[in-house]
Nanobody, 117 residues
Framework: QVQLVESGGGLVQPGGSLRLSCTASGISISILDMGWYRQAPGKQRELVAT???????NYGVSVKGRFTISRDNTKNMVFLQMNSLKPEDTAVYYCSAKRILANWNYWGQGTQVTVSS
């Protein structure tokens, strides 16, 4: 059974930083493209960042320059370093994964990130 479990969410003040972690089990992320998505209340889920097997990355325009996705295949984990956080970053953040040429069909349960004074 493939599972993705996020951790590291919480409450942070504007301008602060937070590091999210995603631990995969049941499959090696070495054969997966990995990504982070988020969903704020009343809004659709949106792309935050992806990092494919080959190493290239893609970021949503609203987080580019502030967030960094990384992966550690030896630990079977993916991370999202979030800096200069803004209130509009408040959302549930989801770890996602897919095989090459497949859909983003593996999802974690989500972790809440709240940016507020």
């Amino acid at each position: 059974q493939v599972q993705l479990v996020e951790s590291g969410g919480g409450l942070v003040q504007p301008g602060g930083s937070l590091r999210l972690s995603c631990t995969a089990s049941g499959i090696s992320i070495s054969i997966l493209d990995m990504g982070w998505y988020r969903q704020a209340p009343g809004k659709q889920r949106e792309l935050v960042a992806t990092r494919i097997i080959g190493g290239s990355t893609n970021y949503g325009v609203s987080v580019k320059g502030r967030f960094t996705i990384s992966r550690d295949n030896t630990k079977n984990m993916v991370f999202l370093q979030m800096n200069s956080l803004k209130p509009e970053d408040t959302a549930v953040y989801y770890c996602s994964a897919k095989r090459i040429l497949a859909n983003w069909n593996y999802w974690g349960q989500g972790t809440q990130v709240t940016v507020s004074s």
